[in-house]
């Protein structure tokens, strides 16, 4: 009885195993594809002074405004 016990603790803990792996591994892969996106925002950030980033990409209004106060910055900071 002691061994079937030991056999079914071995096989738990084996599947917990390969779980934690598996976690592991998929953790590390968003991890590199966060790691991607940080660079390729870096990259945009650096060879451009203006991104617009909207959390209502639907709102005309919005977006008029937010074009607006991006071409009132830029006129002011061109008469500096």
Do not use: H
């Amino acid at each position: 009885m002691l061994l079937l016990l030991c056999g079914v603790y071995k096989d738990l803990v084996d599947s917990y195993t390969a779980s934690l792996l598996l976690l592991c591994q998929l953790t590390s892969f968003l991890f590199v594809i966060f790691l991607q996106y940080i660079a390729m925002y870096s990259d945009i950030g650096q060879k451009s002074n203006t991104m617009i980033f909207s959390d209502r990409p639907a709102d005309v209004n919005a977006l008029l405004a937010q074009a607006s106060t991006v071409v009132g910055a830029l006129s002011s900071a061109n008469k500096k």
